[in-house]
């Protein structure tokens, strides 16, 4: 209540002036963020606008397949997505390999405590004269509301001999 009127706030797009008591002059402003709140006639506070990314956790069920025998192996990734900003989370996930050959990717659902699980299907497969093996990589990538981005990456290796 203000003066003995009720302001009311409906959002809005336009750009509002905004009137500084202090210097008594009106400046142009920009549209009025959400969760704008006014203090009194004249000025208003707005809400810090979120800049912290989530965080992001990942772990493979498997870190390595064994044996190379050119099947697909079922390999789950689990961890955890928070956020202290408003508003949902959306979190994907993408494989890549060593050998640049296109891999599965897709969304993941974030549970309401903020873990999350899925399954990939990885070939236990890696070029026979490649000593290093082939190495997966899964990475987990977390958006929140204001469009901040986060990753976690865990890794799968195909070793060219059991025990390297």
Do not use: C
Request: hydrophobic share 35%; charged share 10%; aromatic share 8%.
């Amino acid at each position: 209540m203000v003066g003995g009127y009720t302001a009311y706030y409906e959002p809005i797009a336009t750009p509002v002036e905004i009137y500084d008591p202090a210097t008594n002059v009106w400046t142009a402003g920009a549209p009025l963020p959400p969760n704008t709140t006014f203090d009194s006639v004249t000025a208003f506070t707005a809400a810090a606008a979120d800049t912290t990314p989530p965080t992001v956790s990942a772990q493979a069920s498997k870190a390595e397949l064994w044996p190379p025998n050119n099947k697909l192996t079922p390999v789950t990734v689990s961890g955890s997505i928070a956020d202290d900003g408003p508003g949902p989370l959306t979190a994907s996930y993408t494989v890549t390999d060593s050998y640049g050959q296109v891999q599965p990717s897709g969304t993941i659902t974030v549970n309401a405590n903020g873990s999350y699980a899925f399954t990939v299907q990885l070939m236990a497969a890696r070029k026979g004269n490649d000593k290093a093996g082939r190495t997966y990589t899964i990475t987990v990538t977390a958006k929140d509301a204001a469009g901040n981005t986060a990753t976690a990456s865990t890794g799968v290796r195909v070793p060219h001999s059991q025990g390297k």
